[in-house]
């Protein structure tokens, strides 16, 4: 029996696949991860992109109706190899969210969690863009966070 | 006889010049006042977030503490209106502010004592990996994972904020 991902967890993978889609088709040698300590992996090297699902607000959708509204947080870290890098991949994903993308069910059979199966199912969009700023911590950092942007989304899956 | 292409005239069917200025005078400093509650608002709300990620990272056995994190965070005037969170204050008494909102790999010491003024400063950047402190401890390299605190506040600031406004907007005193 194959085993269906919740919605949630669809929305990260999502947007990892189109990203991922895009990086592909426009740019080379660019890493996606979507954990935080992925990025320092000695295997994994510059520019990493980590996306990661941070927080869920769900409200009711709508006054006497049990169904409710999530809207996720997504924070988008970018590692770059130069200060120039930084700010293209920055521009670049911002120009890529901006119309959304697919909504994918993934699902793996029962025992294969590596091989995963999706179907798409409605699209996700940006409800808010809310920050998109440089990291600095000063001199005193490794190569892998000397230039470093994160930009935060709101994302909402349409119904 | 001249002709207009525009041509101006008040009728009254509304309220007058004064009465309109005396309104939004009067909406202006509503709003003013508003803004501070925001601010007051999502400051609570995001020290409510910082005290939740915490206890769900002792579970998990990171243990931390940001107690002077939240300490730090204070609702200060602005040039017209209301801030949350002064950068030169938190520098000072939680310069670690920003690590714990954006996450970051360097290294640590850790607390062995919190009465000790001098071991306050637990987070010690990137280079340091060979010092040895005057209690012995080594510190050590680590990944400390992100919080986001600021981002999450700001997502739902924005809903606090147009809930606070609507409801001045919405009265109808003219």
New interface residues.
């Given amino acids: 029996m194959a085993s269906y991902f919740r919605q949630s967890r669809n929305c990260e993978l999502s947007l990892l696949e189109y990203l991922q889609t895009c990086f592909t088709n426009d740019w080379s040698d660019i890493t996606l991860v979507k954990s935080?300590?992925q990025v320092?992996s000695s295997t994994v090297n510059l520019p990493i992109v980590c996306i990661r699902l941070?927080?869920i607000?769900s409200q009711r959708r709508e006054i006497g109706s049990t169904n409710l509204e999530d809207k996720y947080?997504v924070?988008i870290?970018i590692f770059a190899r130069s200060d120039a890098q930084r700010l293209d991949l920055a521009d670049y994903i911002k120009e890529k969210l901006k119309n959304g993308w697919t909504h994918y069910d993934f699902s793996h059979a029962s025992g294969d969690n590596t091989t995963l199966d999706k179907s798409a199912n409605g699209r996700d969009f940006v409800t808010?863009f809310?920050?998109n700023t440089k990291?600095e911590?000063?001199d005193?950092?490794?190569d892998?966070?000397k230039y470093?942007q994160?930009i935060?989304i709101?994302v909402r899956k349409s119904s | 006889m001249a002709r207009n292409f525009l041509s101006l005239k008040f009728v009254k069917s509304g309220p007058t010049p004064e009465q309109l200025e005396k309104f939004l005078n009067q909406q202006f400093r509503e709003l003013s006042f508003k803004t501070k509650s925001v601010a007051k608002n999502i400051r609570s709300a995001m020290v409510g977030y910082i005290a939740a990620q915490v206890s769900a990272r002792n579970v998990t056995g990171n243990r931390v503490s940001t107690g002077n994190l939240i300490k730090s965070i204070q609702v200060h005037k602005t040039v017209g209106g209301y801030a949350v969170g002064d950068v030169q204050y938190m520098n000072k008494e939680a310069p670690y502010w920003a690590v714990v909102n954006w996450g970051h790999r360097g290294y640590t010491i850790p607390a062995i004592s919190r009465k000790d003024k001098s071991k306050k400063l637990r987070f010690v950047g990137a280079q340091d990996g060979n010092l040895v402190y005057p209690f012995q401890t080594k510190a050590r390299q680590q990944v400390i994972a992100p919080m986001n605190y600021i981002e999450w506040a700001a997502s739902i600031g924005s809903r606090f904020f147009k809930d606070e406004m609507l409801s001045v907007l919405r009265k109808k005193n003219i």
């Fill in positions: 935080f300590k320092f941070a927080d607000s947080l924070i870290d808010e809310i920050s990291v911590f000063g005193d950092v490794e892998k966070e470093r994160t935060s709101r």
